[in-house]
C-alpha cells in the first residue's frame, strides 16, 4: 500500500487530454512539492515535472503539473503512442521523514 | 553530461550483505546542489526510498529499513556505495543510483539504468 494514491490505470486515444492524479496528506503534498515520473518498459524512471509544475528541458509542453491541498495532478495534452509508460509521483514526508511514491499510474493509448 | 553506473554481484544470499557502487560521470560527487540517493523497485511494483548521502558523507536513511543500511563516498573514484546487511527476498529489486538536486523543492534528477540483485536462500 502506498503513502500516495494513484490510479492503477489511465487511458486515453491520440490527441486526447489525460490527467492522472496524485493524492496524499497534510505531512506530505500538503506541505512539499511534488515530482513526476514517467517510466517505459525495462528502463529508469525518467523526471517530467519538478516542483510541481516545473518541465525538464527536452520534457515537451504537453505536459504540465499541477497541486492543491493535499492533491497534485500530471496533465499530458494532444497524446502521442510514446507517452505510454508508467507515471508516478513522489513527495517528502515530513511525518515518515523520508521520501514517498505512489504505486504508479500504467498510462495505455487506445 | 551526468551519467550514473550501478555495480555489484546480481545475486546475494539470504542473511548476507547487498554491496552496490554507483560510479558518476559528467560531474563530481561535489558539485552543488546535487546530492546523492539510492532508490529500490520490486520488478512490477513502485518505488521505494533507501537513503540519501552528500558528498561530505553525511547520511540520511530510510527509517522503514530499520538500520540495515549504510551508505559511504569515494571521492577520489567519484564512487558512492550502498550497503544493506541482512537481506532476505523481500530485498530482492532493481536498484537505481540517483542524483537529488537541492533546489526550491527537491527532486531525483539524474538515474542510473538499474541494476536486479535477487536475494537467493
Known amino acids: 500500500q502506498s503513502v500516495l494514491t494513484q490510479p492503477p490505470s489511465a487511458s486515453g486515444t491520440p490527441g486526447q487530454r489525460v490527467t492522472i492524479s496524485c493524492s496524499g496528506t497534510s505531512s506530505n503534498i500538503g506541505k512539499n512539492t511534488v515530482n513526476w515520473y514517467q517510466q517505459l518498459p525495462g528502463v529508469a524512471p525518467k523526471l517530467v515535472m519538478f516542483v510541481n509544475d516545473n518541465r525538464p528541458s527536452g520534457v515537451p509542453d504537453r505536459f504540465s503539473g499541477s497541486k492543491s491541498g493535499t492533491s497534485a495532478s500530471l496533465a499530458i495534452t494532444g497524446l502521442q503512442s510514446d507517452d505510454e509508460a508508467d507515471y508516478f509521483c513522489a513527495v517528502w514526508d515530513d511525518s515518515l521523514k523520508g521520501w514517498v511514491f505512489g504505486g504508479g499510474t500504467r498510462l495505455t493509448v487506445l | ?121
Open chain 2, 1 to 121: 553530461q551526468v551519467q550514473l553506473q550501478e555495480s555489484g554481484p546480481g545475486v546475494v544470499k539470504t542473511s548476507e550483505t547487498l554491496a552496490l557502487k554507483c560510479t558518476v560521470s559528467g560531474v563530481s560527487l561535489s558539485t552543488s546542489p546535487y546530492y546523492w540517493s539510492w532508490i529500490r523497485q520490486i520488478p512490477g511494483k513502485g518505488l521505494e526510498w533507501i537513503g540519501y548521502i552528500y558528498y561530505s558523507g553525511s547520511t540520511y536513511y530510510n527509517p522503514a529499513l530499520k538500520g540495515r543500511v549504510a551508505m559511504s563516498v569515494d571521492r577520489p573514484l567519484n564512487q558512492f556505495s550502498l550497503d544493506v546487511n541482512s537481506v532476505t527476498a523481500a530485498d530482492t529489486a532493481v536498484y537505481y543510483c540517483v542524483t537529488v538536486v537541492a533546489a526550491f523543492g527537491d527532486y531525483f534528477d539524474f538515474w542510473g539504468q538499474g541494476m536486479l540483485v535477487s536475494v537467493a536462500s
